[in-house]
């Protein structure tokens, strides 16, 4: 026996008799100091937990109950009780500021300082404390908001304190912060241009600044969506957001026929460029949907963009739509959502009473086959569809 093997003979005979493998020291301390650092960070969490819980349930809404809030929800921001603990102490200091009714004359106590700021603003001395805690308070949450995009209790927080401020402060200084936060909420998408927080909160935003200015905002959002999409085409949030302006930007422009049809085109040709570039995209296919949708008389929950609309003109767009998607198997055959887009033009086509039927249900027998191989785990659903659309 060589000594390598002697050696190894002995290092298995001592793991055997300890029944653990051999560890360095070294690592051993570092992994127990590891867990009592630990141990000692949970302790410490829940010892503010009790703290602040202990404080609120004895209407305790004092400055430092507030600080103790932003140290909690700083260590996890998705404690939703304490934002509702934290709005609580806000709101107690609000209402503590409307009750006061101090003005900005007559009163030695209070700062000269304060009452110049309070003037130059245009605001009364509640109002100016109101908006210096709100915007405080905003400032608190963006580093949150940097390091949690995503957490919606961060962003329902934002809106709680501009809807405060929009009740208690004058519209100019409200309409102020409303601009902010849209320029923050592009700021935060251009971080994550899919953030449907994000995008859900940037629809709140605008719906707001259009009731305070009294002026639509479609077109440049509208504007928005298409630059948005061009730097991601897979931007689900986007193209429904783009979906929702369409319609509202036909009315707000009093647009005749032929423009509609213009506006239908150039989307059609948009999404088709999308597909075309990645037809393995589910977001894109929704969107193609739902232009297919607004063509559909049956659909009484969707804007038809084309008005007048007669069978004749579905008909020309579902063909156009059939020779196109058609196009797209070429490379692509492995794409289930290609073949869902093409039975479902069928369909559409097929209702409006167009043409011979028996080719193109033919084709339909085949695609439904394709489907059922590539996607076999949903085999019932496409049963379930073969059974609906007789064939």
């Given at each position: 026996?060589?000594?390598?093997?002697?050696?190894?003979?002995?290092?298995?005979?001592?793991?055997?008799?300890?029944?653990?493998?051999?560890?360095?020291?070294?690592?051993?301390?570092?992994?127990?100091?590891?867990?009592?650092?630990?141990?000692?960070?949970?302790?410490?969490?829940?010892?503010?937990?009790?703290?602040?819980?202990?404080?609120?349930?004895?209407?305790?809404y004092?400055?430092?109950?507030?600080?103790?809030?932003?140290n909690?929800?700083?260590q996890?921001?998705?404690?939703?009780?304490?934002?509702?603990?934290?709005?609580?102490?806000?709101?107690?200091?609000?209402?503590?500021?409307?009750?006061?009714?101090?003005?900005?004359?007559?009163?030695?106590?209070?700062d000269?300082?304060?009452?110049?700021?309070a003037?130059?603003?245009?605001?009364?001395?509640?109002?100016?404390?109101?908006?210096?805690?709100?915007?405080?308070?905003?400032?608190?949450?963006?580093?949150?908001?940097?390091?949690?995009?995503?957490?919606?209790?961060?962003?329902?927080?934002?809106?709680?304190?501009?809807?405060?401020?929009?009740?208690?402060?004058?519209?100019?200084?409200?309409?102020?912060l409303?601009?902010?936060?849209?320029?923050?909420?592009?700021?935060?998408?251009?971080l994550?241009?899919?953030?449907?927080?994000?995008?859900?909160?940037?629809?709140?935003?605008?719906?707001?600044?259009?009731?305070?200015s009294?002026?639509?905002?479609?077109?440049?959002?509208?504007?928005?969506?298409?630059?948005?999409?061009?730097?991601?085409?897979?931007?689900?949030?986007?193209?429904?957001?783009?979906?929702?302006?369409?319609?509202?930007?036909?009315?707000?422009?009093?647009?005749?026929?032929e423009?509609?049809?213009?506006?239908?085109?150039?989307?059609?040709?948009?999404?088709?460029?999308?597909?075309?570039?990645?037809?393995?995209?589910?977001?894109?296919?929704?969107?193609?949907?739902?232009?297919?949708?607004?063509?559909?008389?049956?659909?009484?929950?969707?804007?038809?963009?084309?008005?007048?609309?007669?069978?004749?003109?579905?008909?020309?767009?579902?063909?156009?739509?059939?020779?196109?998607?058609?196009?797209?198997?070429?490379?692509?055959?492995?794409?289930?959502?290609?073949?869902?887009?093409?039975?479902?033009?069928?369909?559409?086509y097929?209702?409006?009473?167009?043409?011979?039927?028996?080719?193109?249900?033919?084709?339909?027998?085949?695609?439904l086959?394709?489907?059922?191989?590539?996607?076999p785990?949903?085999?019932?659903?496409w049963?379930?569809?073969?059974?609906?659309?007789?064939?």
């Amino acid at each position: 026996m060589t000594r390598r093997e002697k050696r190894k003979e002995v290092r298995l005979t001592f793991e055997k008799q300890h029944g653990i493998p051999r560890v360095s020291a070294t690592a051993v301390d570092r992994s127990e100091q590891a867990k009592e650092k630990e141990r000692k960070q949970i302790e410490q969490y829940k010892a503010l937990e009790r703290n602040v819980s202990d404080r609120v349930k004895s209407k305790d809404y004092s400055g430092s109950t507030l600080q103790a809030t932003s140290n909690l929800l700083t260590q996890n921001p998705e404690y939703y009780t304490i934002w509702n603990y934290r709005r609580l102490i806000l709101q107690d200091a609000v209402h503590r500021e409307v009750a006061s009714g101090h003005d900005a004359t007559g009163k030695e106590q209070i700062d000269e300082k304060d009452i110049a700021a309070a003037e130059k603003a245009g605001l009364t001395l509640p109002q100016q404390e109101i908006s210096l805690l709100v915007n405080e308070d905003l400032q608190f949450l963006i580093p949150l908001l940097k390091q949690f995009p995503k957490c919606y209790w961060i962003w329902n927080h934002r809106s709680w304190l501009l809807a405060t401020a929009t009740k208690h402060l004058p519209a100019k200084s409200t309409v102020k912060l409303w601009q902010a936060e849209l320029g923050l909420v592009s700021k935060m998408l251009a971080l994550d241009s899919r953030n449907f927080h994000g995008w859900g909160y940037r629809r709140e935003v605008v719906q707001e600044l259009e009731r305070l200015s009294g002026s639509s905002m479609a077109e440049k959002e509208f504007e928005y969506t298409t630059k948005m999409i061009n730097s991601n085409l897979s931007n689900f949030s986007a193209w429904h957001y783009r979906s929702q302006l369409i319609p509202r930007l036909l009315e707000e422009r009093e647009v005749g026929s032929e423009d509609r049809k213009k506006m239908l085109d150039t989307e059609f040709e948009l999404i088709t460029r999308a597909l075309y570039t990645d037809p393995y995209d589910q977001s894109l296919w929704f969107y193609h949907q739902y232009l297919l949708s607004t063509l559909d008389p049956g659909n009484s929950q969707s804007t038809s963009l084309l008005h007048p609309v007669t069978n004749a003109d579905r008909a020309q767009y579902l063909q156009q739509e059939l020779d196109s998607i058609r196009e797209m198997l070429d490379g692509a055959e492995d794409c289930k959502y290609i073949y869902q887009a093409l039975l479902e033009c069928s369909l559409r086509y097929l209702e409006v009473g167009s043409g011979n039927r028996s080719p193109l249900e033919n084709e339909m027998k085949d695609w439904l086959v394709e489907l059922k191989k590539i996607d076999p785990l949903r085999a019932g659903r496409w049963r379930d569809l073969e059974a609906k659309m007789k064939l």
